[in-house]
Nanobody
Framework: QVQLQESGPGLVKPSQTLSLTCTVS??????????WTWIRQPPGRGLEWIGH???????FYSPSLKSRTSISRDTSKNHIILQLSSVTPDDTAVYYC????????????WGQGTQVTVSS
């Protein structure tokens, strides 16, 4: 059974860099044909797709966040890492990692999410 678990600081100051880790268990992050995705949900709003890192290691980001976003991986630990720079209160959200299964075109596994608040 695949499990995803987000972790990181719950409070980040404006202008700092938000850094979150998604720990994946029950399967390798290099397995074909999965895309490991970060998605967030600001309070009172819908889900927002941030970006993904593919099983190959290639990345793709939302155009609106691309200039501030970096997604990387540590294959030795089976971790997916999100970094979002120059945060503002608008980046306050619940952040989720999820697995996208390309053959079925579905997000089949999600983490429980982690709340990040940007405030001084």
């Amino acid at each position: 059974q695949v499990q995803l678990q987000e972790s990181g600081p719950g409070l980040v100051k404006p202008s700092q860099t938000l850094s979150l880790t998604c720990t994946v268990s029950g399967g390798s992050i290099t397995t074909n044909y999965y895309y490991w995705t970060w998605i967030r949900q600001p309070p009172g709003r819908g889900l927002e797709w941030i970006g993904h890192i593919a099983y190959t290691g290639s990345t793709f980001y939302s155009p609106s966040l691309k200039s501030r976003t970096s997604i990387s991986r540590d294959t030795s630990k089976n971790h997916i890492i999100l970094q979002l720079s120059s945060v503002t209160p608008d980046d306050t959200a619940v952040y989720y990692c999820a697995r996208f299964d390309a053959p079925t075109m579905a997000y089949d596994y999600w983490g429980q999410g982690t709340q990040v608040t940007v405030s001084s």
